[in-house]
């Protein structure tokens, strides 16, 4: 039997060890195509297990140790706003076949367009796994489109390398991706804090803060504060939000969500300075459906 | 040993470990169940069909988990096969060595095994990784940080997995008629008679 063959084993586990060792560019033309041909057979297993995981625990509370009112605030702008994306997806579908019945053809809507999304592929073995989803080049999703959950929680970016129905998307939280840049906002409206009306005594309402955030996984980043101007510490606090403001990234997710800052301390290796610790609104190992921003044109090419 | 009983298995265990076990993640580990399957196939199965079996588990998860390389707006995802496969046929290999020590009809015996497994195979994997990375990868495949810190990372995760293992594996113990192992021996496998495997 074929399989009873150790000189075939001897074989297959040297086959194993050449291809560990070739370069990512050696299979790139091949490889993911053999994944996805591998992994077909899981997605209906693991879109039910993924339901069943939500029932044995439920997903965390995005908004933890946030005063009631503010988070029932943030909870209602989550929702219009996801309210607001399946809308815009409706109207897309109705577009398209308004388009197909007539000729016409709607104008452009600032650039990028929404696309749902099902998380069709997690890798199992490691945290902070790349997230295969079930659109690619054919639905205009391209390199560097952000993905979103939840209105406005960023999860993470488009990896180059997808194919025509397939992509995958790489969490913030995973080490791999990079710095990011983003910029704190003082919780609460117009910069507020705990303070009435948002003015501390002898203070006005709280600055914005630029931060670079480095990913340590396990849905957390972690930056460094730089001191103002002034040389005073940045004011930032637990509980502030802390939005996207990264250049390399596309228009459309600037301002995004990334997290709330959970924590404030020393800085390891200099103690006088401070780092903030933030933590991802949304849980890329327990997301099942995302929204990725689109470009227009891409959408365009994408359905010629 | 039946085959498409092993590939049921192991499909099953990689996608509850994709989506089901997050479940049961404790202090951002999430417990894998694959260490557990591979030593209870590695404590029964013969060593071809062990290893066999090692090799294709790894396959699998060398296809859900993709290497970052570089890319002009965003990284470049590509799955890269072998790294997986080594260090699972590691683990297995592990075992097969460790077995003739081990009481086998015993779910406590398999959570040890599992976390040896495991460990072997977190070893290799990170080995193969930092050669990797060292000309072919811009980034680590272990994800970021140093190789020390992600095996420390992998142990205790492997030890998570062995604990919350220990349900699946006396299970496991049940279903060992419906594998048809060559070495399980007259009681376990169907009344048949021990035969030795390759």
Known sequence: MLLASRRILAVVLCAAALLAVLPQSAQAPWSGRLASFLWAPLRPGTAALAWLRDRVRAPEDPYPNLPDELRAALEERDRLRGELDAADLRIGKLEREVGELTGYRPADRAGWRPRLANVVERGGARPGGLLGIDIGVAQGVSEGDPAVVGGSQLLGIVAAGGSEGRSWVVPLDDRRAGRIDAVVHPSGAAGTGKGAAGREPGRGPRPTVLVQLLPQGNRTLVGELEPGADGRAADVRAGDAVLLSDASWRPAAQGMRIGLVESVGALDANPLRRRITVRMESDPARTSRLVVKVRESAVQGGAR | ?198
Do not use: K
């Open chain 2, 1 to 198: 040993m039946r085959w498409w009983v092993c590939a049921i298995a192991l499909a099953v265990v990689l996608m509850a470990d994709a989506a089901l076990m997050p479940a049961f993640a404790w202090r951002g580990m999430s417990p894998q169940l694959w260490p557990t399957l591979l030593a209870f196939i590695a404590l029964y199965a013969s060593r071809g069909g062990a290893m066999w079996a090692a090799v294709v588990l790894g396959l699998w998860m060398d296809a859900l988990n993709p290497a970052l390389g570089i890319g002009s707006m965003a990284p470049r995802a590509v799955p890269v096969f072998g790294p997986h496969a080594l260090a699972c046929a590691a683990g297995a290999w592990t075992i097969l060595e460790l077995r003739a020590w081990l009481y086998r009809r015993n779910a406590l015996t398999v959570a040890f095994a599992a976390a040896a497994c495991g460990l072997a195979a977190s070893l290799t994997f990170v080995a193969v990784a930092g050669l990797r990375s060292s000309y072919a990868d811009p980034s680590p495949l272990w994800g970021g940080g140093s190789g020390a810190a992600a095996l420390g990372n992998d142990a205790l995760e492997v030890l998570v997995s062995a604990v919350v293992g220990i349900l699946p594996a006396w299970a496991l113990q049940w279903t060992v008629p419906a594998w048809d192992f060559e070495v399980a021996g007259p009681r376990f496998g169907g009344g048949r008679g021990p035969r030795q495997g390759a």
